[in-house]
């Protein structure tokens, strides 16, 4: 794989690790937190018996989905730094791009978005280099 394909990669796992896990810390672990059980900020519901460990001010979905969301949105951004500085990409790409992880389900559009661009770049440029091919061969 070729150095110009790599962050491309990297960013388009990284798109969907960070989207799924934004998606399970928006709608599962912060209403988990907040909504639900007795002693939740906002309760709205008592907790299911037996599953008290799960909602509430102590609920243990938040360790185990936001602590490793934070760290791969981490790498996210790092990576989208990474694949605008070789795209040369305008600051505020980088930053729409960057940022786009940070809301739910926009990131995958955004990731879909530029993988078709890509896909499209790359078959314009294979084009380009075919009939340059076809040029020189004409002309010997």
Not at 63 to 89: D, F, S, T
Request: aromatic share 10%; hydrophobic share 55%; proline share 4%.
């Amino acid at each position: 794989m070729d150095n110009n394909r790599l962050p491309f990669l990297l960013y388009r796992i990284l798109a969907y690790v960070t989207g799924v896990f934004l998606i399970l810390l928006t709608f599962v672990s912060m209403p988990a937190k907040y909504l639900i059980g007795e002693t939740a900020r906002f309760s709205l519901v008592s907790a299911p018996a037996g599953m008290e460990t799960f909602f509430g001010d102590d609920s243990v979905l938040m360790p185990i989905v936001a602590i490793p969301h934070g760290y791969i949105y981490m790498a996210y951004v790092l990576v989208v730094l990474w694949l605008a500085l070789g795209r040369r990409w305008s600051a505020g790409r980088t930053v729409g791009v960057a940022l786009a992880g940070t809301i739910p389900f926009v990131g995958l559009v955004i990731e879909h978005r530029l993988a078709t661009a890509e896909k499209a770049g790359r078959a314009g440029a294979a084009g380009t280099g075919a009939a340059a091919q076809e040029v020189r061969a004409t002309e010997t």
